[in-house]
């Protein structure tokens, strides 16, 4: 089992002012994510016996946290929560929100603020949402007590959160995409720090990718955790499975940075999805392969469910004039637009006098994790 538990807490910034010496109110936009190819060799359990890769990125939507200080001896509580439901707590073990109380215990914030969290899509639906929730609150949290981090420490952060405090079997692209945003091939090599290569596409071929996109709710919610677990237990059953989804990820990278056609890309996606769909049988069901056939005989060149698998969203890739065709197979679902290469979790307002500059890299000594001065020309499959 890989432990991250190596991250520095990040110190206080004494450098900030704030006004009347209050801890500042703070909102910040965290991006989800879509993945495309080497979903599944992201999970410890894996790359740190043969390495692995992914290829994705942040999208246009986001979920939203605010933080304000209020004065609790005034109140019947001192921290309030809200998402779904509010919470308003005289101490923070009284939190039904496992994620909300452990984060905020394990950053030290027990009192005297109010946390808000809003989303522009549902939870449980492959977008990466439940790492995006994490990045997003550390992030809120940290700026709130003056304590601004990096995004690749902020990554890192997550990762050791999800992972040994609440104990949950998730890989680490999510994390990171969340984190640092942009679009990436994130390389998650047997030994040391993740890398991230950003992908060199020109903003046209960029606007022809997203032309050729076109995803679907299909109103099934599941828990990400539960299909994770599921899978590494299946690791061993999959390795030969998982090392050609890892190779597809090299596939994919020089597509979408050469200058041909953006078709091979949809075939890429097809063998990942038939790859992915054999790693365990959770991962579709016979509503979902209806509709991935329905989109596929519409006009479809190839497609797969993002995240894990189970329902979520739908995604397909196709010629932009087939898209009305497609859209009509599948009228009983829900089409929602992403525009791709979004950025990383960041602070969009705060009542400071100043606004700080986030540090962009931690001392050399406690990074954990790397942006690549150069996009690689080929990754070997280890």
């Known amino acids: 089992m890989v432990q991250f538990g190596l991250t520095p807490r990040p110190a206080v910034a004494h450098h900030m002012r704030l006004p009347h010496g209050r801890d500042p109110m703070i909102i910040t936009q965290t991006p989800l994510r879509i993945s495309f190819l080497g979903g599944g060799t992201d999970y410890p359990e894996y790359f740190s016996a043969h390495g692995g890769a992914v290829l994705g990125s942040a999208v246009d939507k986001s979920c939203y946290f605010t933080a304000a200080p209020f004065q609790s001896r005034m109140f019947d509580y001192r921290l309030r929560v809200a998402y779904r439901k509010v919470e308003c707590v005289a101490h923070i073990n009284e939190i039904e929100h496992t994620p909300f109380r452990e984060c905020l215990r394990w950053t030290g914030l027990t009192r005297d603020a109010e946390i808000t969290l809003t989303t522009e899509l549902p939870a449980m639906t492959g977008l990466g949402s439940s790492s995006a929730f994490t990045v997003g609150l550390l992030n809120t949290v940290y700026a709130h007590q003056k304590r601004p981090v990096p995004p690749l420490e902020l990554a890192n952060l997550a990762i050791e959160f999800e992972r040994n405090v609440l104990k949950e079997s998730v890989g680490c692209q999510d994390q990171v995409f969340a984190a640092v945003g942009g679009f990436n091939l994130i390389e998650f090599p047997k030994r040391g720090a993740f890398v991230v290569h950003r992908v060199a596409i020109a903003p046209d071929r960029l ?148 606004q700080p500059q986030l540090p962009q890299h931690a001392p050399a000594s406690q990074r954990r994790g790397a942006y690549a001065p150069h996009s690689p020309k080929k990754l070997e499959v280890a």
């Open 207 to 354: 606007h022809e990718l997203e032309s050729h996109l076109i995803c679907f709710f299909t109103g099934i919610r599941r828990r990400a955790e539960d299909l994770a677990r599921a899978q590494t237990r299946r690791i061993g059953l999959n390795l030969s499975r998982l090392a050609q989804m890892r190779a597809l990820v090299d596939d994919g990278y020089r597509v979408l940075t050469g200058s041909g056609s953006l078709m091979p890309f949809g075939e890429l996606l097809a063998r990942s999805w038939q790859l992915k769909r054999d790693l365990d049988a959770g991962v579709s069901n016979s509503r979902i392969d209806r509709w991935y056939r329905d989109g596929i005989d519409a006009g479809a060149v190839g497609g797969k469910l993002l995240g894990a698998g189970g329902g979520g969203f739908l995604m397909f890739f196709a010629a932009p004039e087939t898209h009305g065709f497609i859209r009509a197979s599948l009228a009983d679902l829900t089409e929602v637009n992403f525009s791709l290469n979004a950025p990383g979790s960041r602070v969009i307002f705060a009542n400071t006098r100043e």
